[in-house]
């Protein structure tokens, strides 16, 4: 029975370190957890083509984004797209310093730990981390993940004479909720914008009866 049974992966030390911080569950009163809430930078939108250029978190606890504990790392170039510099400013031989994409990932596991994912559009940057773990021969990420342009339309009073969006942009979050668009398009100024812009979702969330976590939870 036990023939075909596949072993066991020789997965590296930092990333057993994070898989057991798992193992407990977490509480569900929402004021008692972590939140990082993270952007990424790419060479483009395939996941299998494209790679990551930079990746930037901030953390959340208590409704207070800690500003002192933030992450902001970039990654060296192995692929170049001109066509995207505009977007990203990054350019190949930049003056900023840069690491391997596996250091990369592995810093940002230590950072992330078993803490709840918030990012605009998420599936974008989780599929673009997660491509990047498997092709280390790592798993996925096991944190929870909330998408703010989802959660955002839970905010929405629905009527017949005005619909919501299928989706709503960074950006108009930003102007919906007054919030600086000043480092746009940087990693760490898209999570600091995604961060505030989730606070005030939470916010009003909160003045809806029967709110809780598992009600943004997909």
Not at 1 to 22: D, H, I, Q, T, V
Request: charged share 30%; glycine share 4%; with cysteine.
């Amino acid at each position: 029975m036990g023939l075909f049974k596949k072993a066991p992966k020789n997965l590296p030390e930092y990333w057993l370190k994070y898989e057991s911080l798992f193992k407990n569950s977490q509480s569900k009163n929402i004021d008692d957890l972590i939140f990082v809430v993270l952007d990424t930078e790419t060479t483009g939108f395939s996941f299998e083509d494209d790679r990551v250029l930079s990746i930037g978190a901030v953390k959340i606890k208590k409704e207070t984004i800690s500003v002192q504990d933030v992450f902001d790392i970039y990654l060296e170039q192995e692929k170049f797209n001109k066509d995207t510099v505009h977007v990203h400013g990054l350019l190949k031989n930049g003056q900023r310093e840069c690491i391997s994409e596996v250091l990369a990932l592995e810093k940002f596991l230590d950072y992330v730990g078993n803490a709840i994912i918030v990012a605009h559009h998420a599936g974008f940057d989780m599929g673009m981390l997660n491509t990047a773990l498997i092709r280390h021969g790592l798993p996925k990420l096991k944190n929870t993940v909330l998408d703010t342009s989802v959660i955002y339309k839970k905010t929405l009073i629905k009527s017949y004479l005005v619909q919501p969006k299928p989706s709503y942009t960074l950006d108009e979050l930003a102007e919906k909720f007054s919030i600086s668009k000043k480092d746009r398009h940087t990693a760490l100024g898209d999570a600091y914008i995604t961060a505030v812009a989730f606070l005030k979702i939470i916010s009003r969330l909160k003045e809806k009866k029967n709110f809780s976590l598992k009600s943004i939870i997909r």
